[in-house]
């Protein structure tokens, strides 16, 4: 049995975010949204200081490359579709 990891980094453009206090009014509940629905590890992952910007990391352990890229493949159809107060300005998804 073989342990796949997928991993995902999404850039995202945060609509109204003027201050980092904005930024995490914002994201926190993303964050959790995913973690909850979609049962992923989820964090802000770099543009940490950046009000109006945020690169966010995703990941989950799974026992099929499938499974794994369906899962997050989901999580970003989810952020297009859900989330109209940000934009996804580009993602990358690896499976190791």
């Known amino acids: 049995m073989a342990l796949i990891i997928g991993a995902s980094s ?3 453009r945060i609509y109204g975010a003027a201050t980092l206090k904005d930024k995490r009014s914002v994201l926190r509940p993303i964050l959790a949204a995913l973690r909850r629905e979609f049962l992923v590890s989820a964090a802000e992952i770099d543009l940490l200081d950046a009000p109006g910007m945020t690169l966010i990391g995703l990941a989950i352990a799974a026992n099929e ?3 794994a890229h369906a899962v997050l493949e989901k999580c970003i159809d989810w952020l297009e579709r859900e989330r109209l107060d940000v934009e996804l300005v ?4 690896e499976i190791l």
């Open 65 to 67: 490359a499938a499974h």
């Open 90 to 93: 580009t993602y990358e998804i």
């Open 10 to 12: 999404i850039e995202m």
